[in-house]
């Protein structure tokens, strides 16, 4: 069990509060840890008064879970920290038997998954009362098929910007301009990627709607743009092209966090170097301590990496223009001390970044000093193997959407049919011929890879909205049961004989 210096301890609560398997409860002032305690370390990490620490040795009826960097100490009777593993009479178990048979996840007809033809230019029907541009049917394996297109306006769309780069590109929450005005901001990083919101109906309907929707339309179309992050970067991006940062082209993509890459190439690094500090934005990895160097039996080799530390020769880095996106811009800066008992001198300690473009390597003199030597040609090549790991940086974008709304009007007499059709799996919705993903819940919001959709199908009117090309597709006989325009059916033969002559 961890252990508690009652003279620090506030009983604040914190570590009551995040402890995974409620081994903390205060009572009469003072904090008290059961047998359910994992040594899992989150109490430590949350006390703000030093008042929590580990012991240096573990239960003997416990057992060390190994499958995650945690290594939770669970004792017999209960679980781990992730509620997944079980100490039953000295063996870990697996709460629950594997599931074999995946559920249903679909009931869409495959005659329905692709539309008879795209809406790009159909044109619009406004008011949206009147039947869609066009209503259009024909047979798809012996099944009459439906598919209504529209380019409909959009009021409630954006863009996100996937930007695949190590750089810190700013804050999240971070407001982005484009020609000074705001049109978005910084999301959540996604592993490996900066995320950048734009548009959406806030920004549509606000003081710089045009220029947000005008802004969405070109990222669509695939047109470059040149936008700037408060406290941050100036950006020139481009869908399907390598991302430019403050006039800086980004080529690679990290092949994962400090940590992972630790875990993928440890065997060639431990080869070639005694140590080895991966820099990273969200996780350093140090090599002698990670599990993985631990599973070919290597032991710390007493160096400290610039970083905070979470699990097991995982850190957390600081957000930074230097390598590997972190503050470190001096690879003698990733090592923070030595532990003189420790450490042995004469190792080699490799400090590089998670896409292997910048590499660095050290040893300790006999008085312990830290001292830059020359990179081997064993270590260079370790180090590209990394890099020929990653893959090309590029910026994608997903285009969000709704079609509720009056957007349905001209699909059907009673739109809430089209909405349940669409979540029941039985209609189906493309934009400019590209598959969509719906979100669940109410309405029809959706998703759609730009770069999948018809290119160039993106516009923008002055109300301010982003016009879209809209399918729906769906049988005959379920179109006519939500009150489909049928009147307004035409062959398809009739569309295509049209455009020939």
Known sequence: ???????????????????????LKIEQDTLLVSNKCVHCGVCMRVCRYEAV????????TAITCTSCPIRCAIQPGYFGACRRYLNIRGSLVRDREPVLDPPLTSRTNPAINQP???AVGAGTTYPCCRPAPSIVHDSVDGIDVVTVVTEAPLSY??????????????????????QG???GMIETEEYGSKMIAIGGANRLTGRNGFLAARTVAEICNGEPVELKVDGGVELSLQVGKKPVIDGIEDSKMRVGCGSATIGMFAESLAAVVDEAIILDHHVVGLLSEHPAGDYINLKWSGITPRARKSTRGRYFGEHGSGWGGTNIKQPREAIMAVDQTTAVPGIKILVTETTGQDAALFTLDNDFEIRAIPLTMAVRDTVKLISDSCQEARVSAIYTGGTGGSARAGVTKYPVKLTEAIHNGEATLTIGGAPTYILPGGGINFLVDVEKVVPRSFTWVPTPATVAPVEYTVTRQKYSEMGGHIDHMIKLSAIKNKKKN
Request: with cysteine; hydrophobic share 35%.
């Open 157 to 178: 769309s954006g863009v996100k910007l996937k930007v695949d780069t190590n750089f810190f590109i700013g804050d999240e929450g971070a407001k982005v301009r484009r």
């Open 181 to 183: 005005r705001v049109i």
């Open 116 to 118: 008879l033809i795209t």
């Open 1 to 23: 069990m961890v252990l508690i210096d009652n003279e620090k301890c506030t009983t604040c609560g914190n570590c009551v509060i995040d402890c995974p398997v409620g081994a």
């Open 53 to 60: 620490s580990l012991p240096s040795d573990l239960p003997e």
